[in-house]
């Protein structure tokens, strides 16, 4: 049986993190889960952000995967540690689930001059708290400053991130987190669905301002967590197999998912239990 790394997120912005590790780790085999059927997950309560991130994990850790990354900050800020304390001892001791939001606190403060930080992200990242949380553990002088923006993950996945809609919009927002904090330096896309909209983010940002995304720092992290833990790592199948899985339509899903994930992508469509 293969042990691919299991990917997991909402929708499809999680593609554009397993892009990234596929680059730097093409090895491995991988199975990624979108649950596009009760995506989005940025607007729900704690509970249902927890329960819906549970049963898909269950059901990568029943297609025999040994690790799970929760490539969707939403659901890294308001499930993963519940996952990790409660869940995981039930369903198997010597499985693993990581999220994205910890190894971006352990560099982001490496970028920044003034010590100062800004955050885009969902409604539901941005209430968790978990960045300045995270943030602070590891940069404790980092200022880290907050703005979400409801409306950039359906302009993205409505295809409309090269118009001139999304321009409106994320010149509205980043004006707003500017005039909150005019000394940040670095601005972390802490939703996986923005690095799409990065060059218009880079165009409405004055000269200075260094963008970040996701993706390459999740991937740097899964290398180097594989050399430290080498029994987990001897249990991956190495055929450099991708396979995709949907809750939602398989023929809508393969449209749109070669946006973030940059090739096409032929997926299938999987039950949920609610």
Known sequence: MAHPIGVFDSGYGGLTVLRSIVEALPQY???YLGDNARAPYGTRSFETVYHYTLECVEWLFKQGCPLVILACNTASAKALRSIQQKDLQRLG????????IRPTSEVIGNYTQTQAVGILATNGT??????PLEISKFFPGVNVHQHACPMWVPLVENGEYGGAG???FIKKDLGILQEQAPEIDVLLLACTHYPLLEPKIK??????????????????SLKDYLHRHPEM???LSRGGVKTFYTSDSAEEFDRKASM??????HSQHIETAS
């Open 29 to 31: 085999d991988y199975c």
């Open 93 to 100: 001791p010597e499985k693993r689930v990581l999220g994205v």
């Open 126 to 131: 941005v209430s968790s708290g978990s960045y």
């Open 166 to 168: 999304a321009d409106f």
């Open 203 to 220: 165009a409405h940002l004055p000269a200075g301002i260094r963008v970040i995304s996701q993706g390459s720092i999740v991937a740097e």
């Open 233 to 235: 790592e001897q249990q």
């Open 260 to 265: 973030f994930f940059g090739e096409a992508v």
